[in-house]
DNA sequence: GTGCTTAATC
């Protein structure tokens, strides 16, 4: 066996081939060629082989070269080990280190970063306290397994932890406590921590540490501090900090300066175009991300692919504008180019579908998924909660508590929503009873659960011992309750207290105008109209839109610009006949009126949600379901309207207004909490 | 001679 003290000619070409091992893309080449040359003895170059193999994940050659090596040297059981956590062979790791008879500190830095890797924070810290001696680099990985994982009070506390012990922080170690103090989005905590920093002597302000500083900055809200780094790193083609720099713009609101940026950068990568994507969705720019995931994929040219994050983001964007056609093919997209989901990914997934109307492919997507977190319950019981299935959101609340999931503040306020909308007074009243410390929102759900009921004494008196000052939810809940159940009087108490809060709200006094208006009092909805005018509050135009073959279809009330116009209206007099003839249609509702000559006074203009139907049902197959979209409340006559539409159309008809599903077939809907 | 730790997007 050669040994490494002998001939310097041989120890030199030793050298050389261990160059050769770590700079070639695969080691097997190499492998190959030691074996034929008889180098392949040599320890060091067998322990450099293995590291090859294992960081690429050839662990059965790595653990041939390993246990070949036992027999007569010491191998490299570290690269080994880390290699079995890169790859999850979780349970070959821990074997390998109790077999271990020689740890040392890299051993066990090494046991630290694996187990902080897969998020077994537990495991990582109980090897990190049995560790027999420590470095800085130990405390490092400690640290990243704290801050990587969500967990930057711990990451901060180990750091002081750390200074106390009498450690001296590296570069490595701001970086990590930056980012963790980044995470935190605290402002003061960012500057106390910089002033530390800038204390210290001897440190490299390398391209990490500024890059990490300029994204602290960032996300403390100190845009101009973050600047300053990016205009001192910007030069040196630095893609990450860049992109730090668009991702601020983003968080502050600032799209255009963002896109300028982005559209400046030489090197984009997948997190350049993730950044602008997902800033462009999170700003309520959905169109604008789907454009750019468009761009992404088809513009000719290096870009990267995408990937998780960028899909998540898409999906995302697709749900909160309700295109189901664009969505079907970003999942197309998905599949084609096999980008594999985790938990997010399914997370936004569900969202999607079930805010395109496709409920049962979001409860599908939820069977599917392996591991579900409490994003994942909370996405599926509003999903739910929007259509209109109570019990089945009570279910998945139950399964969630079975799977040793714990509800969080946002499954109560979706669960609240799921018994309001599904009518679900008592069990709504018990699951109420079990929040722990509720906020605001969870007590305008409960509002708004007992209201629908028409237990409005006892929604007034809850708002009365609310211990914090009601939010404008609180009061709006109430009002819309009183609009159900024609409460003028209660309806004028919640309206000003409203009016208080959300001045400028148009919604409020229109819904105070339609109460008078159905109690008959229209001096009153001349005051309110006033007051309005007085203040400058316009109202809002609402507008529906249906998704065509790619295109969207979009429709105001009484809206004859659309191309097939004359067909739409020809329809809806042909319906209107029909729905007369049937006997289907209330006395004096706009379904009657609206479709009126035009030289009648009292001429309602016709319903966008009625002329998205329309349109829908002249373009769509037939047995395919009908999705319209709508930006605000579907009122009762149009409800009544598309009800007896889907009868005498044999059609489902899906309309979905701000935030909630009515499912219409056979004449019947699928919402039980009015009308 | 080598293994362990660091910044950006959902």
New binding site residues.
């Given amino acids: 066996m050669p040994s490494?003290s002998s001939t310097s000619t041989t120890?030199h070409s030793?050298?050389s081939f261990?160059l050769l091992i770590?700079s070639s893309p695969s080691p097997i080449p190499v492998h190959a060629h030691l074996l034929k040359l008889g180098l392949l003895p040599h320890?060091?170059l067998r322990?450099?082989l293995l590291?090859s193999h294992a960081?690429l994940g050839l662990l059965h050659l790595a653990r041939r070269l390993f246990d070949e090596l036992s027999h007569w040297a010491?191998p490299?059981s570290?690269?080994l080990l880390?290699a079995y956590f890169k790859w999850g062979h979780l349970r070959e790791a821990r074997a390998l280190f109790d077999a271990t008879p020689r740890r040392?500190?890299?051993?066990w830095?090494?046991m630290v970063?694996g187990y902080a890797?897969i998020g077994d924070l537990e495991s990582a810290r109980r090897c990190f306290d049995a560790m027999p001696d420590r470095?800085?680099?130990?405390w490092?990985?400690m640290l990243?397994g704290y801050?990587?994982n969500g967990f930057e009070d711990e990451a901060l506390r180990l750091f002081h932890e750390m200074v106390g012990a009498g450690f001296q922080p590296?570069?490595?170690?701001?970086?990590?406590v930056?980012?963790s103090c980044?995470?935190r989005g605290d402002p003061s905590l960012a500057d106390s921590l910089a002033a530390l920093l800038h204390q210290v002597r001897g440190i490299d302000f390398?391209?990490?540490?500024k890059?990490?500083l300029l994204?602290m900055y960032a996300?403390c809200g100190r845009l101009a501090a973050a600047r300053r780094i990016f205009d001192d790193l910007a030069p040196h083609n630095?893609?990450?900090?860049w992109?730090?720099m668009v991702?601020a713009f983003m968080r502050s609101g600032d799209l255009a300066s963002a896109r300028e940026l982005f559209d400046r950068m030489l090197n984009k990568?997948?997190?350049?175009w993730?950044?602008m994507i997902?800033?462009y969705?999170?700003n309520g720019q959905s169109a604008f991300a789907v454009r750019l995931f468009k761009d992404m994929v088809t513009l000719t040219g290096e870009h990267p692919k995408p990937?998780?994050?960028?899909m998540?983001?898409v999906f995302?964007a697709c749900g909160h504008l309700g295109t189901l056609e664009i969505g079907k093919w970003a999942v197309a997209f998905l599949e084609k180019n096999q980008i594999r989901l985790?938990t997010?990914?399914y997370n936004?997934l569900i969202f999607m579908y079930s805010k395109c109307g496709s409920i049962e492919d979001a409860q599908r997507i939820f069977q599917e998924m392996q591991r579900k977190d409490v994003v994942s319950y909370n996405t599926l019981i509003s999903g739910l909660a929007a259509h209109g299935r109570g019990r089945e959101a009570l279910e998945v609340m139950s399964k969630m508590k079975e799977e040793g999931i714990d509800p969080d503040r946002v499954t109560y306020v979706s669960i609240l929503t799921a018994c309001s909308h599904g009518g679900l007074l008592q069990e709504g009243r018990r699951l109420f009873e079990t929040i722990k410390a509720p906020s605001n929102d969870h007590y305008a759900c409960m509002v708004d659960l007992l209201g629908r009921a028409g237990e409005l004494e006892e929604a007034k008196r809850l708002i009365q011992i609310i211990p914090m000052k009601p939010h404008a939810g609180v009061y709006g809940s109430l009002l819309n309750a009183c609009r159900i159940h024609r409460r003028t009087d209660l309806a004028e108490m919640a309206a000003y207290g409203l009016f208080e809060i959300e001045p400028n709200n148009s919604g409020n006094y229109v819904l105070l105008s339609n109460i008078y208006a159905q109690a008959g009092r229209w001096e009153d909805v001349d005051k309110v109209r006033q007051m309005m005018r007085r203040r400058g509050v316009k109202k809002a135009t609402g507008w529906s839109w249906v998704e065509h073959k790619g295109e969207v279809h979009k429709f105001l009330a009484g809206d004859r610009s659309h191309e097939r116009c004359s067909e739409i209206y020809h329809l809806l007099a042909n319906l209107r006949r029909r729905m007369q003839r049937a006997g289907y249609v209330a006395e004096g509702s706009c379904v009657l009126r609206d479709v009126v000559e035009e030289d009648r006074e009292e001429m309602v203009v016709v319903h966008s949600e009625k002329l998205a139907v329309c349109f829908a049902l002249i373009v769509s197959e037939a047995g395919e379901a009908i999705r319209v979209m709508k930006n605000m409340r579907v009122c009762w006559d149009c409800h009544t309207a598309i009800k007896t539409i889907s009868k005498l159309e044999g059609r489902e008809i899906i309309v979905r207004d701000n935030n909630r599903f009515h499912h219409f077939l056979e004449g019947q809907c699928s919402c039980k909490d009015y009308w």
């Fill in positions: 490494s120890s030793w050298a261990l770590r320890p060091h322990n450099a590291h960081q010491l490299d570290n690269s880390s040392n500190v890299v051993t830095t090494t970063t890797r470095t800085v680099v130990s490092n990985a990243s801050s990587q590296n570069e490595t170690t701001w970086v990590t930056i980012s980044a995470a390398n391209c990490f540490l890059t990490a994204d996300k630095n893609t990450v900090a992109n730090a991702s990568d997948v997190v350049s993730n950044s997902a800033g969705a999170q990937d998780e994050v960028t998540a983001s995302s985790g997010s990914g936004s």
